[in-house]
C-alpha cells in the first residue's frame, strides 16, 4: 500500500453508511476520479458483524479493517489479524476485574461480543452511571480506556487501543508518510481518530459529543449527512490537486 497517493479512513454507521443515495455518487465519483485510494474501515463493530455490513451495503473491500473500537486490525486481501496489535492490546489488560466491578452499576447492561478483548456495555442516557463506573475504574487502578458514545455505548478498552492508535499504526506501517488521508466520523468513538490532525470530516448527522468536540485546524464540519459529508469534505481538501493527471505529475515532480 505503500504507493497509494489517497486514503480514506472512515467510520461505517451513521458516517460512510446510512444514505444509499449518497454513497452511491460518492463511491462513483472515486471511480471516476482514478484516484488510486486506499480504504480503511474503522468501526465498532467486531469482525463477523462488520463483514455483514459490508456485504449488506454493499461496500467496496477495505485495504485495511479496524474493528472493535481499535482493538483489532486486520490487514491484507484475506483480512488476516495484525498479530503485534493483538499482543500489544493483551499487555495491561484485566477485563474480568472489568467485569467485576461493572457488576456493581446494574444500569450497565453487558453487550454479548465474540472476545474479551474489549468490553462494552449499552446504557440508557445515563451520563452519571458512566461518570460513577469511570471513577471505580480509576479508584481500582484498572488500566483502561472508557469512550462513550451516542449517550447509549460505554466501551471499555486496552489503554493503548483505540480507533486513533490504531489509525496510527496502519498508517505509519502500513503507507508512505507523505499520503492524504481524510478521516471521518459521527460519534464519540471516532473522537481520537478525527483529533490525530489530519485533514477530518464530522458529517452533518454527528451526535452531539462531535459536535462539542474541540476543533483543530485541518477538523472540517460538513453540511451534508453520511457519505454526503465525506464528499463535501474531499472535494473541501484535494479536489484542487486530485485530478489524475496533477496526481501522476506530482508524482514525477516528486522523483526529480
Ligand atoms: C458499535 C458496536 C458496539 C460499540 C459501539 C460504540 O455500535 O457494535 O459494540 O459499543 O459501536 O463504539
Ligand atoms: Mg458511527
Redesign the pocket.
Known amino acids: 500500500m505503500k504507493e497509494k497517493a489517497f486514503v480514506l479512513a472512515t467510520d461505517l ?1 451513521g458516517t460512510l453508511v446510512g444514505d444509499n443515495t449518497a454513497l452511491h455518487t460518492l463511491l462513483s465519483y472515486y471511480e471516476e476520479s482514478s484516484l488510486d485510494i486506499a480504504i480503511i474501515y474503522i ?4 469482525l463477523a ?1 462488520s463483514l455483514s455490513l459490508i456485504t449488506e451495503e454493499n461496500l467496496p473491500q477495505p485495504d485495511i479493517l479496524i474493528t ?2 481499535g482493538t483489532a486490525i486486520y490487514t491484507s486481501l484475506s483480512l488476516t489479524e495484525e498479530a503485534l496489535w493483538t499482543e500489544k492490546m493483551q499487555s495491561d489488560w484485566y477485563p474480568q476485574k472489568i467485569i467485576r466491578i461493572a457488576e456493581n452499576f446494574p444500569l450497565l447492561k453487558r ?1 454479548v ?1 465474540p472476545t474479551d478483548n474489549r468490553i ?1 456495555y ?1 446504557v440508557l442516557q445515563n451520563e452519571e452511571v458512566v461518570r460513577e463506573f469511570k471513577q471505580a475504574l480509576c479508584e481500582e487502578n484498572i488500566p483502561h480506556k472508557l ?1 462513550f ?2 449517550n447509549r ?3 471499555i478498552l486496552p489503554p493503548n487501543s483505540g480507533k486513533g492508535e490504531a489509525l496510527l499504526y496502519v498508517l505509519q506501517n502500513y503507507f508512505h508518510k507523505e499520503v492524504q488521508v481524510l478521516v471521518a466520523g459521527d ?3 471516532d473522537v481520537e481518530m478525527l483529533s490525530l490532525g489530519y485533514p477530518s470530516v464530522i458529517v452533518g448527522n454527528a451526535q452531539q459529543e462531535l459536535i462539542d468536540m474541540t476543533s483543530h485546524p485541518l477538523l472540517y464540519r460538513a453540511s451534508k449527512h453520511f457519505a454526503g459529508g465525506i464528499h463535501e469534505a474531499w472535494l473541501h481538501f484535494f479536489n484542487k490537486n486530485s485530478t489524475s493527471a496533477n496526481v501522476a505529475c506530482n508524482k514525477e515532480t516528486a522523483r526529480l
Open positions: 454507521d468501526t465498532g463493530r467486531h458483524s472493535d473500537v453487550q461480543l462494552s449499552t469512550i458514545s451516542s455505548d460505554v466501551d460519534s464519540g468513538n
